[in-house]
């Protein structure tokens, strides 16, 4: 069985909230996205990451485009960095795109869909809905304490 992911993460990938603000943003997306009767069951998490993590969204990833030339980046160049970067837990983001050589952040990519990084994640599993409206991303901020950005995943 496949499973929907809802990944709630901070615009500054090195970000953590209180533990208290954590909290009360997961009160925020549960009632968002409520365990359904008769659907898939939902399930939520909280995670506080040891190293910075890649937030992607699995299969639906389509293509990543540069932020600076705006051409199309090879996936497999990508998913080689990501791997040559894990072991430092992406302390650094910045790299020289093969595209135009300029310099820009791994988190400013132009993702289809879109992914991230996060030290800091809130899940939602499959939740049975579908994306956060702005007002409703902009709620979950203010709770938070940062400014956020969601991951759809499916895995």
């Known amino acids: 069985m496949s499973d929907n992911i809802l990944s709630v993460i901070p615009a500054d990938p090195y970000w953590q909230p209180t533990a208290d603000a954590a909290e009360a943003a997961m009160v925020v997306l549960r009632r968002l996205a409520p365990q359904l009767e008769g659907f898939v069951q939902t399930e939520y998490r909280i995670t506080w990451h040891a190293k910075t993590a890649v937030v992607d969204c699995g299969a639906n990833l389509e293509r990543i485009t540069c932020s600076n030339c705006r051409r199309d980046i090879d996936t497999e160049w990508w998913a ?6 894990f072991e430092t837990g992406f302390a650094d983001l910045a790299v020289a795109v093969p595209c135009c050589e300029a310099d820009v952040s ?3 990519l132009d993702y289809d ?3 991230g990084f996060a030290s800091f994640e809130l899940e939602v599993w499959n939740p049975n809905r579908g994306q956060l409206t702005d007002d409703e991303l902009a709620e979950t901020s203010a709770v938070l ?11």
């Open 80 to 85: 080689d960095l990501l791997e040559e970067r």
């Open 106 to 108: 791994l988190d400013d």
């Open 113 to 115: 869909w879109p992914c």
């Open 145 to 155: 304490g940062c400014e956020v950005r969601q991951v759809w995943a499916h895995i």
